[in-house]
């Protein structure tokens, strides 16, 4: 058995009950193997044995009184996968389904992700039981409050760097890094995705939607394609699905569809993002109130969205979201491309697909990596004490994204799998990991 697959298979045993992680390994391990065919001192040194375990995890209590009065407790999260290439970075997830699987998933990818970003940032991520839905505002920061009290203790500047992911935006950051401050006594970088008054970058709202859009493009235009007048379907219609769908507009794509955790709205005209942005940033709302800003459009309850006709398909929402029944269908329908803006969010099935079938596949780990890219480009602006306009960090961002395409896409020739960016992002990823670990010995 080659080496890959036998530490796929001794951590699935030795990780029970934990079926993203195993995915994610599952996508990931075996695409390395030709890489390490050529570099035989990475089993030498095991590297891959060292790279699949945390080098810390903390899991703390959370307790906090609701606006009733009553105590709550949740449960807190902190992954901190690598730090072979820089401190540990990787956004904090609140959502109800987070557990040890799904946060260990995430983070094991922010590793492969930190790298191709070609920053010195290594992969962390975090998270909560937690749901912001429905909580008043004080709910939500003395949950916030309560987060850090705990994880102040395990981050810094130069440690670990947390930022958002789903349920955390600039609200719960801004909580978060009140609660931080006053705890370290320092002002400093510790958290990314800060608003413009107190350190935040410019660009890091927009960055992991944008950053989506400018890789779909780069693949599209290194096939003799673009976005022009292509339809074009976003899921979710969080931080990324609103600004992937904003870009794709701008860059002449007709985005016709968005969702969420209820349903998804067809708007044949192309979706109006103002709206979206009122009713999702604003309101706090559901994406069924889009019909009553733009009474033509169509609201279907629950899931489907993928069986709109589409060109392009952005899954921006979460996890699993895109079986192979979904991609058969999307296929059947005529898509061209499929950008992951979320993390994960086609299942390993709906991946193999899309690649059998020719269709551009672009993955998370390399699609969306703008916004960490961004983060990273907010650390330096910290760093530094100085802010860099929009257009400054727009361009960095652009130039980040077409380098991504061109590292996986060279990666994927070079071991043999032309087009396939799945595996030319793993091995790009790992490349600038491996090496730093084989230099560094055996920590
Ligand atoms: P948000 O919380 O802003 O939005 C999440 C969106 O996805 C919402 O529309 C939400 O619907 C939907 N969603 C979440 N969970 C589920 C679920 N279990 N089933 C169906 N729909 C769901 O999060 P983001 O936009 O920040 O994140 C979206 C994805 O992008 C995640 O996979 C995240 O890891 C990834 N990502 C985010 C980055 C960032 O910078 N924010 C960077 C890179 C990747 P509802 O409101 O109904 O729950
Ligand atoms: O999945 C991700 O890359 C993020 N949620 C962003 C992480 C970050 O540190 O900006």
Avoid at 82 to 93: E, H, N, Q, W
Avoid at 332 to 340: D, F, M, S, T, W
């Amino acid at each position: 058995m080659s080496y890959t697959l036998k530490v796929l298979e001794k951590a699935i045993l030795k990780n029970p009950n934990e079926p993203e992680f195993h995915q994610a390994l599952t996508e990931v391990l075996p695409t390395l193997q030709p890489y390490i065919d050529a570099n035989p001192e990475i089993e030498k040194a095991g590297i891959l044995e060292r790279l699949i375990e945390p080098e810390r995890t903390v899991i703390f209590r959370v307790p906090w009184v609701d606006d009733k009065g009553r105590v709550r407790v949740n449960k807190g999260y902190r992954v901190q996968f690598s730090s072979a290439i820089g401190p540990y970075k990787g956004g904090l997830r609140f959502h109800p389904s987070v557990c040890l699987s799904i946060v260990k998933f995430l983070g094991f990818e922010q590793i492969f992700k930190n790298s191709l970003t070609g920053l010195p940032i290594g992969g962390g991520k975090g998270g909560s039981d937690f749901d912001p839905k429905g909580k008043s505002s004080r709910e939500v920061m003395a949950f916030c409050q309560s987060f850090m009290t705990e994880l102040h203790r395990h981050i810094n500047e130069n440690t670990d760097i947390p930022a958002g992911d789903i349920g955390v935006g600039g609200r719960e950051i801004g909580y978060m890094y009140g609660q931080y401050k006053r705890l370290a006594n320092s002002f400093d970088g510790v958290l990314t995705g800060k608003g413009q008054s107190y350190g935040g970058s410019f660009v890091r709202t927009e960055a992991t939607g944008y950053g989506l859009v400018y890789l779909v493009c780069e693949m599209l235009h290194q096939h003799d394609n673009s976005i022009e007048n292509k339809t074009v379907v976003v899921s979710g219609s969080g931080n990324v699905a609103i600004y992937a769908a904003q870009k794709a507009a701008q860059l002449g794509g007709k985005v016709v569809a968005l969702s969420d955790s209820g349903g998804f709205i067809y708007d044949k005209d192309g979706v109006d993002i103002e709206a979206v942005k009122e009713i999702k940033e604003v309101k706090r709302g559901r994406i069924s109130e889009y019909v009553n800003y733009r009474p033509k459009a169509v609201y279907t309850e629950g899931k489907g969205i993928w069986s709109i006709k589409c060109d392009i398909a952005l899954p921006c929402a979460t996890q699993n979201e895109l079986n192979a029944d979904d991609a058969k269908e999307l296929i059947k329908n005529g898509c061209i491309a499929v950008g992951e803006g979320a993390n994960m969010p086609a299942t390993l099935e709906a991946a193999e697909i899309f690649l059998k079938n020719g269709v551009l596949f672009a993955p998370g780990k390399a699609a969306n990596a703008g916004g960490v890219a961004t983060s990273a480009l907010e650390m330096s602006q910290n760093a530094m004490r100085l802010e860099w306009s929009f257009l400054e960090v727009d361009h960095k961002l652009h130039d980040i994204m077409v380098n991504i395409y061109n590292s996986i896409s060279e990666a994927a020739e070079e071991s043999g799998q032309k087009g396939n960016y799945i595996a030319g992002a793993n091995i790009a990823g790992f490349k600038k990991v491996a090496s730093a670990m084989l230099q560094q010995g055996v920590v």
